[in-house]
């Protein structure tokens, strides 16, 4: 007996009001958004400082309140992930950090598609993307460049 298969993962498509599968590719639409929404542990963090050398003592010794502040790149990792979920291949990456992440906080991210343009094999994109603590505070603004190859397409 074969285990049950995990429920299809799901992105929520704001403009239209509806869900739709992320291992399907779907065109971008201007206007459209995606949002993420993820909690750093300290074990998350410990992790990226090894794997990154951004070990300083901020990242890895917890404060009175037992959290430690969550590296910036790791933080870029939320607008990566819905980029991944978009089959999308990024060309240029601006980022500003705007206020520091701390383990335990939730953090949502939304990417919005501000322009896009079809090709023969592909759609280019631009993407503006914030990401906001509980309290609604921006902790992450971006600009993302970048393409996502039509069904078929290598």
Do not use: W
Not at 7 to 35: A, I, K, N
């Amino acid at each position: 007996m074969q285990p049950p298969e995990p429920p299809v993962p799901l992105f929520y498509l704001r403009r239209e009001r509806r869900y739709e599968p992320v291992h399907r590719m779907h065109p971008p639409v201007e206007g459209e958004s995606r949002t993420f929404e993820r909690t750093f542990t300290v074990d998350e963090v410990r992790r990226f400082a090894e794997l990154s050398g951004d070990a300083q003592p901020r990242h890895t010794e917890p404060d009175e309140d037992g959290r430690v502040m969550v590296q910036g790149l790791l933080t870029a990792t939320m607008p990566t992930k819905l980029g991944g979920d978009a089959e999308a291949l990024a060309r240029t990456m601006e980022f500003e950090f705007l206020r520091p992440v701390y383990t335990g906080d939730p953090i949502t991210c939304t990417s919005t598609y501000d322009s896009v343009v079809e090709r023969e094999d592909r759609y280019e994109f631009t993407a503006e993307v914030v990401c906001e603590n509980a309290d609604g505070e921006l902790v992450l603004e971006a600009t993302i460049e970048g393409l996502i190859r039509k069904d078929g397409a290598d």
